[in-house]
């Protein structure tokens, strides 16, 4: 079946670009999307890229999709404490917005 | 409004008990799916549906069932309630034609099972 995986910690200081990485297994997925989970709360759709794109920028957002490699990446330009979250990469199958498939989610930690 | 809405937000339940976590959404919505979190893991998709009358399992369907009779509600019921269904569950909604690109998710349901 369909496999989306992520580093599991990443740790930056404030005012850095934060990086986070996903590669997924589905070469029929048609979204890729990037989730924000903040403690005790459901997810956030942060953004999603279309898979005949190359890259999506949205603010301080920018996600760049390598589609031979099956290689998602989620950049946070000038990171805030508040950025502090879980991220998820999730890939969907086909035309099925229902059946979503989600990686195990990045822990971003912005210190001070 | 509301968006996907799930109630309870917490339960403990006994092993061998029963019980349905609500899920319902306002925006008219084709698609409906159920996922459980476990910790330091991602969502896994239990089951989900296309429409009213349509549902199919997920990755991990074992031990749930669901019902689809309308668009707006989707619930899903642990027959008898084991420890390995503790986990966060989350209900999400998605339109099948325009904007269906995005998944909507309730806050989600605590569930203990002791």
């Known amino acids: 079946g369909e496999d989306v995986e992520q580093s599991l910690f990443l740790s930056v200081r404030e005012g850095d670009s934060s990086v986070i990485n996903c590669t997924y297994t589905?070469?029929?997925?048609?979204?890729l999307y990037w989730y924000k989970q903040e403690p005790g709360a459901g997810l956030q759709l942060l953004t999603y890229?279309?898979?005949?794109?190359d890259m999506k920028q949205d603010q301080r957002l920018t996600v760049l999709l390598n589609k031979k490699d099956k290689h998602l990446s989620l950049r946070i330009a000038d990171t805030q404490t508040g950025d502090s979250a879980i991220y998820f990469c999730?890939?969907?199958?086909?035309?099925?917005?229902?059946?979503?498939?989600f990686g195990d989610g990045t822990t971003l930690t912005v210190k001070p | 409004n509301a968006g996907v809405t799930q109630t309870p937000k917490f339960q403990v339940l006994k092993t061998g008990q029963s019980m349905t976590l609500q899920c319902a959404q306002d925006?008219?919505?084709?698609?409906m799916s159920w996922y459980r979190q476990d910790p330091g893991m991602g969502l896994r998709l239990i089951h989900y549906?296309?429409?009213?009358?349509?549902?199919d399992q997920g990755e991990v369907p074992n031990g749930y069932n669901v019902s689809r009779s309308t668009t707006e509600d989707f619930p899903l019921r642990l027959l008898s309630a084991a420890p390995s269904q503790t986990s966060v569950y989350f209900c999400?909604?998605?339109?099948?034609?325009?904007?269906?690109?995005?998944?909507?998710f309730g806050s989600g349901t605590q569930l203990s099972v002791l």
């Open positions: 925006m008219n919505h084709e698609y």
């Open positions: 589905d070469s029929s997925s048609t979204y």
């Open positions: 890229i279309f898979s005949n794109m």
């Open positions: 999730a890939e969907r199958e086909g035309t099925n917005a229902g059946k979503s498939t």
């Open positions: 549906s296309v429409g009213a009358g349509i549902t």
């Open positions: 999400a909604s998605s339109d099948a034609g325009r904007g269906s690109e995005k998944l909507f």
